[in-house]
């Protein structure tokens, strides 16, 4: 059920994003989805806390979980 809402939220996450870039009609879907992933790496990932990760963000948790990794090997 969580992941269920964690899918629609990033679906409205997205929309919201695609119109705060203001990504034309005439835009190609190339740029959209350029678009759409320099806000997911530049922002998203970097700075979005989740509760799931305690309170990490995606990008703090992949870095902490590659330090463990390394250090049990």
Do not use: C, I
């Amino acid at each position: 059920m969580g992941g269920t809402r964690h899918a629609k939220g990033l679906r409205l996450g997205v929309v919201l994003v695609a119109g705060s870039l203001a990504v034309s009609a005439s835009a190609s879907a190339v740029a959209a989805r350029r678009a759409v992933f320099n806000y997911v790496e530049g922002w998203y990932k970097t700075r979005r806390l989740d509760s799931s990760l305690s309170y990490l963000s995606p990008a703090q948790w992949e870095a902490a979980h590659r330090t463990a990794v390394a250090q049990a090997a």
